[in-house]
């Protein structure tokens, strides 16, 4: 039997929380890399809320997925045929690939050969010194610019980036609260990540959610981490301190949304505390990213940051896996191994 191509591929543009129906798993002819490319055999791929905004037809930092074409994500695997000088045959790979067993990849700057000696797990090059490490650390470290004795305040703090940047925030003399959904979730914030205070959202109006950060930061936060939006951000507004500074990662809240952008009502709040909010992408820090994963890794190996992964099974659990990121029914990063 010859092995074939399995490919997801995005056959309609979601309305709202995106369906099985929007994709099709298919299976192709393996491609041939042509000159200055290589043919990778995807062993995971990394699910993240990124690829949402990707499958639908708006601008954003990189073009939508067009109609029939296999859904975009980083993909880690093995290269198959290298038919460019600077990567070898059977060399490992990390890049923007797609939901399939194989890619062709040529150098884009995203693309980068890896060593699974040098990591307690491969898969590592997928979370903490992947995009969710390199997002976090400068998220931190040059949007947030934390001091000792500061208050850190990360929404969605339960997740692949919002463990690691309070860890970071930890490690740079901040107190940290972290905002999640559920009481275990809390808990491994505290007891697993070393936060100072956690938050449960779940089933809090704006006034209880309110009044749990004033008591968990009576006199403010200094910065704020966040991956939510909504009412989260909304409330984070309204408890800054002066010159405070907002790292704005994600709207996960609003991703799926039927009705449109909910927005902030409160940006009010900067001018009164003349505070500032910044938007950042990953990719700005491309020729950085070295810098990211050497301190994160070094982290990793003094025990001082701790990375939760959670791989689920098969190519053809693509959208259910995915679609956990949007129920909260996930630990850590989501990946899914494509191969064995």
Not at 8 to 34: C, M, N, T
Not at 154 to 165: E, K, P
Not at 231 to 242: F, N, V
Not at 261 to 275: D, F, P, T
Request: with cysteine.
């Amino acid at each position: 039997m010859v092995e074939r191509n399995r490919r997801l591929l995005l056959r309609r543009r979601p309305v709202g929380l995106p369906a099985k129906a929007d994709f099709d798993l298919v299976e192709e002819p393996i491609p041939e890399p042509r000159a200055g490319t290589i043919l990778v055999r995807n062993h995971f791929c990394s699910l993240d809320p990124a690829i949402r905004g990707w499958l639908d037809d708006v601008p954003s930092y990189l073009p939508p997925i067009p109609l029939n074409d296999p859904v975009r994500a980083i993909t880690l695997g093995r290269i198959v045929t290298s038919r460019h000088p600077d990567f070898q045959s059977d060399g490992w790979v990390v890049g923007m690939n797609a939901i399939e067993d194989y890619s062709i990849a040529e150098p884009d700057g995203f693309l980068r050969p890896v060593d699974p000696a040098a990591v307690p797990s491969i898969t590592l090059y997928l979370s903490a010194l992947g995009a969710v490490g390199v997002t976090a650390y400068f998220g931190v470290m040059e949007v947030c610019r934390p001091g000792p004795g500061e208050t850190m305040l990360v929404n969605g703090a339960a997740g692949a980036v919002g463990s690691i940047v309070g860890q970071i925030a930890r490690l740079k003399g901040c107190r940290t609260i972290g905002i999640a959904g559920g009481s275990a979730k809390c808990k491994r914030l505290t007891e697993r990540y070393g936060f100072d205070a956690a938050i449960d959202y779940r089933g809090k109006s704006p006034e209880a959610l309110s009044a749990a950060l004033a008591t968990a930061a009576p006199d403010g936060v200094d910065m704020v981490f966040e991956n939510v939006g909504g009412m989260l951000l909304d409330t984070a507004l309204m408890h800054l301190k002066l010159h405070a500074r907002i790292a704005l990662c994600g709207l996960i809240s609003e991703y799926n949304s039927m009705t449109g952008s909910v927005g902030a009502r409160n940006l009010w709040q900067l001018i009164v505390k003349r505070a500032t909010i910044q938007g950042f992408f990953t990719g700005d820090f491309l020729n950085r990213s070295a810098e990211a994963r050497t301190a994160l890794a070094a982290w990793i190996e003094k025990g001082l940051l701790v990375v939760d992964e959670q791989i689920e099974e098969g190519i053809e659990n693509a959208v259910p896996a995915f679609l956990r990121l949007f129920a909260g029914t996930h630990d850590g990063k989501l990946i899914l191994r494509i191969a064995g």
